[in-house]
């Protein structure tokens, strides 16, 4: 019996993994079954289970590897000294991300957005999906505080604000922005840079408040 090659296994992993990922997104995890994916992949149940044994493991190897991708477009920033500023670095991330996934499409509309926020309230009844993400997050965190504190030591970026707390609200501002995708439909991740680079730029030139306390 001839060997199946790796590049034959990655390729059934990868159409198993989008397969899964349109019905997902499509009707949420509860709404699929098993029989919903094997349907969508053209694939027995036996190609399936070979690869996956069921919907949590399916689950959670879609979200590791988006948490993954993430983390390497910031891994790779941090390799530039400085690293890009916020509103270039969120865009190229995030564009990054959204292009991987650019063929997965339900009625002509980007898939991923959804299946984003499909993932949040499952992670409340699937603690090991809970788990996956938490890890994931952190590391992302962790990342982003280390852009951070390159662009304090560059000067780029005031240096008396928490790290960890810039990273935390721009990872909030890309979290909101796919929401916003999935609720009121796709827009170009630009409008995310620009919006970020506006925000950036304001300076506080309001002059101190004169005369005595009003009360």
Not at 27 to 36: E, I, L, P, V
Not at 189 to 214: C, F, K, Q, Y
């Amino acid at each position: 019996m001839a060997r199946v090659s790796q590049e034959h296994l990655d390729a059934r992993r990868r159409q198993i993994l989008d397969g899964a990922a349109l019905c997902f997104a499509r009707n949420g995890f509860h709404a699929t079954s098993m029989q919903d994916v094997l349907k969508e992949v053209g694939l027995s149940a036996g190609a399936v289970y070979r690869y996956f044994s069921g919907k949590d493991e399916l689950i959670g190897a879609i979200v590791g590897e988006v948490l993954g991708s993430v983390r390497a477009a910031f891994e790779e920033a941090l390799r530039q000294s400085p690293p890009p500023p916020p509103d270039e670095l969120v865009a190229t991330v995030l564009g990054t991300v959204l292009a991987s996934r650019e063929s997965l499409r339900i009625d002509g509309r980007p898939a991923f957005p959804s299946l984003v926020i499909q993932v949040w309230p499952e992670t409340l009844r699937n603690e090991e999906l809970a788990a996956v993400l938490r890890e994931g997050y952190g590391s992302v965190r962790a990342a982003w505080a280390k852009i951070v504190e390159d662009y304090q030591r560059a000067g780029m970026m005031r240096p008396d604000i928490e790290p960890d707390h810039v990273a935390r609200t721009m990872i909030a501002a890309v979290l909101g922005f796919i929401a916003q995708q999935s609720l009121f439909g796709p827009a170009p991740v630009e409008v995310l840079r620009d919006g970020l680079r506006a925000l950036t730029s304001m300076r506080d030139d309001r002059a101190p408040a004169d005369g005595p306390p009003l009360g």
